[in-house]
T-cell receptor, first 113, second 115 residues
Framework: DADVTQTPRNRITKTGKRIMLECSQT?????MYWYRQDPGLGLRLIYY???????NKGEISDGYSVSRQAQAKFSLSLESAIPNQTALYFC????????????FGSGTRLTVV | AQSVTQLGSHVSVSEGALVLLRCNYS??????LFWYVQYPNQGLQLLLK??????LVKGINGFEAEFKKSETSFHLTKPSAHMRDAAEYFC?????????????FGQGTTLQVKP
């Protein structure tokens, strides 16, 4: 099994629908992150969490919400999806400390039509 | 605030040629720097990282990068490109403020390797 698992891998949804992307990890890491990837823009941080009770907004949190259900689970929700939220979404985990780097999931490709 | 600029969104080399992918950073504190690779339809995989030890860092798959403080650069190189190196490469810098562990990514560089 992968260290960081994202579900679904691909999803097409309609404008205005609510959708949840899920992430679970077996690394035992406290820190979890949600990024979105767009061509030419790299990865941009949506939300991050240091533990179940510590959730923080990233640079592009508008239109998104998150839930840290347990140390191992971190979900991203789009309350009312819009077409410009079409992107590749990545979940990542890390240990405390700047030197650790991330372990990434395989990504969820979301298309909003 | 930290930032990263990758020069060239697309780099094309011939198989066996030198690979050079450029990354410049901005940081108000000593940075930690990373290179990640993304193969098609996959997540990002850590290639190498600089964490204030040796300035020349060796990574997986024959890649290496040199930290040059005077030039605020962390360019990625490989002496001889292979077809399997075709992928997208991301440079990233740690967010030094408050030890949040956040990474700030560059825009990415797509490496094409021609036979």
């Amino acid at each position: 099994d992968a260290d960081v698992t994202q579900t679904p891998r691909n999803r097409i949804t309609k404008t205005g629908k609510r959708i949840m992307l899920e992430c679970s990890q077996t690394k035992g890491h406290d820190r979890m992150y949600w990024y979105r990837q767009d061509p030419g823009l790299g990865l941009r941080l949506i939300y991050y969490s240091f533990d179940v009770k510590d959730i923080n907004k990233g640079e592009i949190s508008d239109g998104y919400s998150v839930s840290r259900q347990a140390q191992a689970k971190f979900s991203l929700s789009l309350e009312s999806a819009i077409p410009n939220q079409t992107a590749l979404y990545f979940c990542a985990t890390s240990d405390p400390g700047q030197a650790r780097g991330y372990t990434f999931g395989s990504g969820t490709r979301l298309t909003v039509v | 605030a930290q930032s990263v600029t990758q020069l060239g969104s697309h780099v094309s080399v011939s198989e066996g040629a030198l690979v050079l992918l450029r990354c410049n950073y901005s940081s108000s504190v000593p940075p930690y720097l990373f290179w990640y690779v993304q193969y098609p339809n996959q997540g990002l995989q850590l290639l190498l990282k600089y964490t204030s030890a040796a300035t020349l860092v060796k990574g997986i798959n024959g890649f290496e990068a040199e930290f040059k403080k005077s030039e605020t650069s962390f360019h990625l190189t490989k002496p001889s490109a292979h077809m399997r190196d075709a992928a997208e490469y991301f440079c990233a810098v740690s967010d030094g403020a408050g030890n949040t562990g956040k990474l700030i990514f560059g825009q990415g560089t797509t490496l094409q390797v021609k036979p």
